[in-house]
Every structure is written in structure tokens, then in C-alpha cells.
């Protein structure tokens, strides 16, 4: 792999391959080109060419990529080669949402504990889970080796949790919180704002029409 600073835009697109990789490898596809991946996930091909160049060269000029191939490079390049124990904090709508969604382990997380801090969902079995109390989060997480945390919890909540995380062990934190996490250097972070999004939605919305 190069030595490079890569564009997060990169990466990002390297996981909507890899996801599309797996659709047409489930069709029985064994080779493809930029052009038809590019069209697969709403790119152009020089992007496909550019963002895979970053980590080396793949396929065959003029024939184009194995799909079983490229798909295992990307895996690699994703470190989706290996298993990442993950928690959830906070067992509401949205945490309960994400427990349930089987798309995570297909791709290799894999939910190893719920935690709230309401005594009424403690003990509630949810996906073959059991919702703990706050109190055993350190414990469970390097029990399990955990290395992500995801944080489901109210904003005035997140911060508390986000530094219990890091305390525990944790090395990277999906927050879903609508609000701004301080954390060491060392912790990766990935804020996920609802409403930023839907926000961004509405605005190229807007700009489509004329005032």
C-alpha cells in the first residue's frame, strides 16, 4: 500500500464497491470493469480507477477486475479481513434498531453487549443479547476485547459515556449523539448526525429550484 494520505472520500466509496461487489458476485459475475462498477454506485469510472490506484494495481487493462478478487483486496484494505467486537450504549429506538440489524455482522462487527442506564431495559433480551447495566461496561470490554463502541444515547448523556469507553479500552467510537464528543488523540470518532443529513437533503433540494 502506498504510502499516502488517503481522502476519507476514498475510503467511503471503496465501501459502496465493496458492498456492490458483493451483489454482483452473488449473480454469479466473475469479471467487471471501472465502467460497470462506476455505474453500479453512481460514480464515474476515473473515480473508481483513482480511489483503487491509491493501494496498488489491480485487474487487467482491457479485460477489467476479478470480482472475487478485488472484492477480497478491498476487504483487506478496509481491515474487514478480521472481526471487530463492538458495544452499544444506550438500548432506545435507534439502539435497538442498530442490535437488530444483521447487516453488521455480514460484514463483520460483531455486537457483543448492550448497555443502558434504565434499570427497567437492564435484564431485556434483545438478538440473543442481554441489556446490562452501565456498571459492567469496563468489565464486558476487555472481557471481549472490544474495540469499537457505539453510542445511542441523549446528547447530555454522551459525553459521560463516550469517556467511559475510552477508559474501558475502546480505540474508536460511532456516535449517533447530536452533539460534540471530546476525545484523546488516539481514539478514532465518527459522528453520525440525523438531522445534519436530512438537513443537507432539503438544502440540495432547494438549490434544484429557481426563486
Not at 459475475?29 to 460514480?43: L, Q
Not at 446490562?132 to 471481549?144: A, M, N, V
Not at 443529513?197 to 429557481?210: A, D
Amino acid at each position: 500500500m502506498k504510502t499516502l494520505k488517503i481522502p476519507e472520500a476514498t475510503i467511503i466509496r471503496l465501501s459502496m464497491y465493496s458492498r456492490y461487489l458483493s451483489q454482483v458476485e452473488e449473480r454469479g459475475v466473475e469479471m467487471i470493469s471501472s465502467g460497470e462498477i462506476a455505474e453500479g454506485v453512481g460514480v464515474s469510472p476515473a473515480h473508481v480507477r483513482k480511489d483503487l490506484a491509491y493501494f496498488g494495481e489491480f485487474g487487467t487493462r482491457g479485460v477489467g477486475y476479478n470480482v472475487g478478487e478485488l472484492q477480497s483486496h478491498i476487504l483487506n484494505i478496509l481491515r474487514l479481513n478480521r472481526e471487530w467486537r463492538v458495544v452499544i450504549v444506550g438500548i432506545g429506538y435507534l439502539g435497538s434498531a442498530l442490535t437488530m440489524y444483521r447487516g453488521f455482522r455480514e460484514r463483520g462487527f460483531d455486537i457483543v453487549g448492550i448497555f443502558d442506564a434504565d434499570a427497567a431495559k437492564v435484564g431485556r433480551e434483545l438478538s440473543g443479547l442481554t441489556v446490562r447495566p452501565l456498571e459492567e461496561l469496563e468489565s464486558i470490554i476487555r472481557e471481549k476485547q472490544v474495540g469499537i463502541g457505539i453510542i445511542t444515547v441523549p446528547a447530555t448523556e454522551a459525553q459521560q459515556v463516550a469517556d467511559k469507553l475510552v477508559a474501558a479500552g475502546v480505540s474508536a467510537i460511532l456516535n449517533f449523539a447530536p452533539c460534540v464528543l471530546t476525545l484523546p488523540p488516539h481514539v478514532e470518532l465518527r459522528n453520525v448526525d440525523l438531522s445534519v443529513n436530512l438537513e443537507v437533503l432539503t438544502f440540495n433540494l432547494g438549490s434544484r429550484r429557481k426563486f
